[in-house]
């Protein structure tokens, strides 16, 4: 059975670094891909990070390039999302998700698996 379980959310004040984990069982990285999404209230769903375990390539939406990271550990079975600089508007529920790609996927209605997701509330 395939599950991802993310982790690292919280309360954290504006211009914080906290690191989001999102841990796989059932299957292995590799071929690939994993996102990172996130939803606030009210708001539709966003792409956050993405990456190939293949290759390691990597894009990020807009609202967090240049602050945000995504790394993976193909032996760990683990991705990362290392967020700088938060600000208040980064509030959401945060996901992971992987879909069956050797590139980057950044469309989220192809990624086959989705974690419960992590709440991240930023204060300012």
């Known amino acids: 059975e395939v599950q991802l379980v993310e982790s690292g959310g919280g ?3 504006a211009g914080g670094s ?6 796989a ?3 292995t990285f590799d071929d690939y891909a994993i996102g990172w999404f996130r939803q606030a ?6 792409g956050v990070a993405y990456i190939s375990s293949s290759d390691g390539s990597t894009y990020y939406g807009d609202s967090v390039k240049g602050r945000f ?3 993976s550990d193909n032996a760990m079975n683990t991705v990362y999302l290392d967020m700088n600089s938060l600000k208040p508007e980064d509030t959401a529920v945060y996901y992971c998700a992987v879909g069956r790609s050797v590139l980057v996927i950044t469309t989220w209605g192809r990624y086959d698996y989705w974690g419960q997701g992590t709440q991240v509330t930023v204060s300012s």
């Not at 209230?41 to 966003?46: I, L, N, S, Y």
Request: hydrophobic residues 30%.
């Open 69 to 71: 990271t995504i790394s």
């Open 25 to 27: 069982s059932g299957f």
């Open 11 to 13: 309360l954290v004040q």
């Open 18 to 23: 906290p690191r989001l984990s999102c841990a």
């Open 41 to 46: 209230p009210g708001k539709e769903r966003e």
